[in-house]
Each structure stands twice: as C-alpha cells, then as structure tokens.
C-alpha cells in the first residue's frame, strides 16, 4: 500500500504548494520589515470596505476597486536581491516575477478567503514578523470544503502554482501580532501578451 503524501509537518501535501523555512537570513529580517515601513503603505480598500491590512505594491498595480490593472513604478532596488532568491526558491527567471506587493498586518488584521487576481500565475510570498496561519480551502462538489493549512514562520517563503493556486482559496486570520509579507507574482502569459 502506498501511503499518502504528507509533508514535513504531516498534514497531507498539498499539489502546487511549496514551503521554504529559513528562506530569509535571520540578519536581514529587520532590514526588510523596515524598509516596508518606510514605504507609503495605505490601507486595502475594496468598495465600501477598508481592511486592516497596509500595502503597497510595485511592478503592476491591481486596483480593486476599479479592477484596473496598470503599471506601477519599478521594483526598488533593495527589493531586486529579495526577488532573485524568491524566483530561485520558485524556479523562475528573477524578471518574470514582475509584481510585488507589500503587506503590514498591524495586530487585527488578516485576509479573508480569496484566490488571487487571475491576471497574475506564480505568487511567492515571505513572511516577516509574527507567525501566521495560511488556511486553504476548495468547495467539494457534494457540500462543504476540503481544508488545509501550514504555518508561516518568520523569514519562510511559500510558492502557490497550480491546484494550490487556482482551485483552492487562501485567507490568514488576524493576527495578535504585527507581520510583514512581501509576495512576488508573474502575470499570466495572456496578460503578457497584451
Ligand atoms: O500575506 C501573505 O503572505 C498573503 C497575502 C495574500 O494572500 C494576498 O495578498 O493575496
Ligand atoms: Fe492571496
């Protein structure tokens, strides 16, 4: 008998999904978490509705409220070294990963179910500060949902593709503690295309 998959903390594996701990030397946590806060990071606002959460974002711009999708200005600098590790981790060229957004999760903040845009393929996210769960979720066809979820230490990288990224939503609950994400995507061939 073949057993089931499991990863390395034993919940079953989940297609598409990987996890890298310790993607992000210790010495370069703060460095990071602060360059984001130095940033103009404003408040996610989709309709009515403002989150909690701080972002910014460089590369492209998704606008949610518009559902606009326009560039933005380039990926700075200090962020380009963060880039070449993220799209290695991935097995990307650095320069498809063309957007990245920035995120602070000021304590009571987290992010509701969703799948990302479909303008966007490959997403690898690094996780700074507090610890966050990554829940997933994917409606069965007979009712109720099939349920994942692996933890997200500080300084750990995650890479969504495939059934993690297109058939299964993602949220993290609020957090009690302040965190700070940086998630790199590529666009879609289509959207490439123009
Ligand atoms: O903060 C993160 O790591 C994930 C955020 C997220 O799912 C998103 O911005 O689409
Ligand atoms: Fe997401």
């Known amino acids: 008998m073949t057993p089931n998959p499991i990863d390395l903390f034993g919940y079953p594996a989940l297609s598409g999904l990987d996890l890298c701990l310790d993607h992000v030397r210790p ?22 509705w403002t989150g ?16 606009g999708f326009d560039r933005a200005d380039p990926v700075p600098g200090w962020l380009l070294p ?6 290695r981790f991935a097995g990307l060229p650095a320069d498809a990963l063309e957007q990245v957004l920035l995120t602070r999760y000021d304590p009571g903040a987290g992010i509701g179910w969703h ?21 997933f979720r994917r409606r069965r066809p007979a009712g109720g949902f099939d349920r994942h979820s692996i933890d997200l ?31 790199f995507r590529s666009l879609r061939a289509a959207v490439r295309a123009g």
């Open 27 to 48: 010495e370069a946590e703060t460095g990071l978490s602060n360059g984001i806060d130095r940033l103009d990071l404003t408040p996610f606002r989709f309709q009515q």
């Open 52 to 67: 909690k959460r701080l972002t910014t974002s460089f590369g492209w711009r998704y606008d949610f409220e518009t559902g």
């Open 82 to 87: 963060v880039r070449d590790s993220a799209a």
């Open 115 to 135: 799948r990302d845009r479909p303008v966007f393929e490959h997403v690898v996210g690094i996780s700074l500060g507090a610890e966050a769960t990554l829940r």
């Open 153 to 183: 230490p500080a300084r750990s990288a995650y890479h969504l593709s495939g059934e993690a990224r297109w058939d299964w939503e993602h949220s993290i609950a609020p957090m009690a503690a302040t965190r700070w994400s940086i998630t």
